[in-house]
């Protein structure tokens, strides 16, 4: 009987922690990693605001394309008179 070794063995622990930080300060230095970790939190922000978009857009279309065909006439409807308006002014 075969063993099966995993790809990645588990989350590194405290010395391979330390290393890994050791080498982000020696290749970022101390006064940039902050500024790297908050475009990093910013840009996964980013992703998941777009997912989130995405993913109800999907739903949207499975729920069938009766709810958009109302909303594109209201869209029509509205913008025709607020252009209306504005040529008025």
Sequence with gaps: MSTIVPLFPGIPG????LIVLLVLVLLFGANKIPKLARSTGQAMGEFQRGR??????????????????????????????????????
């Design 14 to 17: 405290g010395p391979e922690l």
């Design 52 to 89: 989130n978009e995405i993913e109800e857009e999907l739903k949207q279309m499975e729920n069938g394309d009766e709810d958009d065909e109302e909303d594109e006439e209201t869209t029509t409807a509205t913008s025709t008179s607020t252009s209306t308006s504005s040529e008025t002014n």
